[in-house]
C-alpha cells in the first residue's frame, strides 16, 4: 500500500518534542536548576505514540504491528544490548576506581604553564575512556575549582574547559551513547566514525588547547598521583580493539570482564559480589535510554509508514533550492540535528529523534554512512554543549556556582568545533564518492 507524504503525520513527533520542550521550559521558569530532567523522555513520548497510532489507523495502516516491528527492528535491539554493556563497563570501571586514578594520575603531570590545555585535555581523555561527558564534569570540575582558586583564573574560563574536554571525548568514544546511536541509525561502522570524527576534533581540538594556552596563566596545581596505574588497563584495551575494527559486542564484554579482574587485583575491598552488582547497577543506568530507543523505533516506523518521513525530506529538498549532493545534504542533516538538539535539550534524543531522516537524506545526496553519523554527532554535540539549559552546562553551574550563560560562552572548543566543520563541509575539493568509497 502506497501511502502519500503527509505533514499532519510528523505532529506525534511535533507532540514529543512540544512536551519535553515545554516542561522543561515550565520547571526552569520554576526555578528547578534540572528543569528540563523531570520530565522523563520516555513519558513524554507516550501521548506521540498514542496520536502516532490513531493516524496510522485513519489511514488504513496495521498501527499495532507497525509500532511492534519498530521497536523490534534488529538495529534497535543491538543499539540497546550496546546501552546496557556500555552502562556495565562505564559503571565497573568508575566503581574500582578507574576514572579516581586517571583524574589524580593526568593532574599530577600537568605542568604548572599548560593549566588549561591540561585540563581541556585530562577531560577529553577521561570521557573518551568512560563514554559520558556528564560523569566527566562530574569528576573533573570539583578539581579544576580547586585550580581557579589556587591560580586566580576566571572560574567560567576554568569550568568552560572542563566542559569543553569532556565534550570532544563524548563525541569521540566508542562507548558512548551518542555514539551507538548514530552509528546504529545511519548503519555506520563505529571505526569508521571515529576515524571521520577524528579529523576534524583532534584539529579544533588542538586549536582549543592553543587559545586556552595563551588565555591562561602558569598556575600551580598540588595533587599526588594515586591509584594503580593498571587501573587504566580496560579503557586503553576497550579503546585499540574498537579503533582496530573488533566487534563492538565483543569489546564492550572483554572490557567488563578485564575492568572487573583488574578490580579484584587492584582495588581495595571489591569481590566478586560487588563485580555482578555493579554490572547490574550499570544495566539500570541505561534503562532510561534503552526504553526510548525501543519508543523512537516504534514511533519511527509509525511516522513513515504515515508519509511523515517522505514530507519532511521533501520539505528539506526544498529548502535546499532542489540542490543535490554532498554539501546541500550535510548541511541538511546539521540543521536537523541542531534543531532537534535545541527543542530536546539531550544530544542523544536528538540523534535518535533526527537519525532516520537523517539516514533517508544521506543516501538521496550520496553521502557515506559514516559521514552522515559524523555530522550527526558533531552538530548534536555542539548544541548541547552550549546550550544554558543543556544537563551538562546545568551540572556544572550547579557544581561550581557560575551563571549557566557565562559558562556557554566559555566552552570554546563547541564554538570552534561549530565553525571547523561548517568549513570542512563547504571544503569544494572533497568529493562524495571518494567518501562514500571508503566506507566500504
Not at 398 to 422: K, N, Q
Request: proline share 5%.
Amino acid at each position: 500500500m502506497t501511502v502519500r507524504p503527509s505533514a499532519l503525520a510528523l505532529t506525534p513527533l511535533l507532540l514529543f518534542l512540544a512536551l519535553f520542550f515545554g516542561a522543561g521550559l515550565y520547571f526552569t521558569a520554576q526555578g528547578e536548576p534540572m528543569g528540563f530532567y523531570q520530565l522523563r523522555a520516555p513519558v513524554a513520548i507516550l501521548p506521540a505514540l498514542a496520536l502516532g497510532v490513531w493516524l496510522a489507523r485513519r489511514r488504513g495502516l496495521a498501527a499495532g504491528e507497525l509500532l511492534l516491528r519498530g521497536m523490534g527492528d534488529p538495529n534497535i535491539v543491538l543499539m540497546c544490548l550496546i546501552f546496557l554493556l556500555a552502562g556495565a563497563f562505564a559503571y565497573v570501571s568508575s566503581a574500582i576506581g578507574a576514572v579516581d586514578a586517571v583524574v589524580s594520575i593526568g593532574l599530577s603531570a600537568v605542568p604548572p604553564a599548560l593549566v588549561l590545555p591540561g585540563l581541556f585535555v585530562l577531560s577529553g581523555l577521561i570521557a573518551l575512556a568512560i563514554g559520558t561527558s556528564m560523569g566527566t564534569i562530574a569528576a573533573v570540575v570539583p578539581i579544576a575549582l580547586g585550580v581557579a582558586d589556587a591560580s586566580g583564573l576566571e572560574p567560567a574560563l576554568v569550568v568552560g574547559t572542563v566542559i569543553g574536554g569532556a565534550m570532544f571525548g563524548d563525541n569521540l568514544s566508542i562507548i558512548s551513547d551518542t555514539t551507538i546511536a548514530a552509528t546504529r541509525t545511519q548503519g555506520a561502522q563505529m571505526r569508521d566514525k571515529f576515524r571521520e570524527n577524528v579529523r576534524i576534533a583532534v584539529p579544533v581540538a588542538a586549536a582549543t588547547a592553543v587559545v586556552l594556552g595563551l588565555l591562561g596563566a602558569a598556575s600551580p596545581i598540588d595533587a599526588e598521583p594515586s591509584g594503580s596505574p593498571w587501573l587504566m588497563a580496560p579503557y586503553l584495551l576497550v579503546l585499540a580493539l574498537a579503533v582496530a575494527g573488533v566487534n563492538v559486542l565483543v569489546v564492550l564484554s572483554l572490557g567488563i570482564v578485564l575492568a572487573g579482574m583488574f578490580g579484584l587485583v587492584f582495588a581495595d575491598d571489591y569481590g566478586p559480589v560487588a563485580f555482578v552488582g555493579d554490572i547490574w547497577s550499570g544495566f539500570e543506568g541505561m534503562t532510561e535510554i534503552l526504553l526510548l530507543s525501543l519508543l523512537i523505533g516504534g514511533l519511527g516506523a509509525l511516522t513513515k509508514a504515515s508519509g511523515g518521513l517522505d514530507w519532511l525530506a521533501q520539505a528539506i529538498e526544498r529548502i535546499a533550492r532542489g540542490r543535490r549532493g554532498r554539501r546541500a545534504g550535510e548541511f541538511s542533516i546539521a540543521a536537523l540535528s541542531t534543531t532537534a538538539d535545541v527543542f530536546t535539550a539531550n544530544n542523544t534524543v536528538a540523534i535518535l529523534v533526527s537519525g532516520g531522516v537523517a539516514r533517508d537524506i544521506a543516501e538521496k545526496h550520496g553521502i557515506s554512512p559514516r559521514r552522515a553519523a559524523s555530522v550527526l554527532d558533531i552538530f548534536a554535540c555542539v548544541a548541547q554543549g552550549v546550550l544554558p539549559y543543556g544537563a551538562q552546562i546545568l551540572l556544572a553551574a550547579s557544581l561550581s556556582a557560575v551563571s549557566p550563560l557565562a559558562l556557554a560562552g566559555s566552552v570554546y572548543y563547541c564554538w570552534l568545533l561549530a565553525v571547523a566543520t561548517i568549513v570542512f563541509i563547504a571544503w569544494p575539493r572533497r568529493r562524495a564518492g571518494k567518501a562514500a568509497g571508503e566506507s566500504r
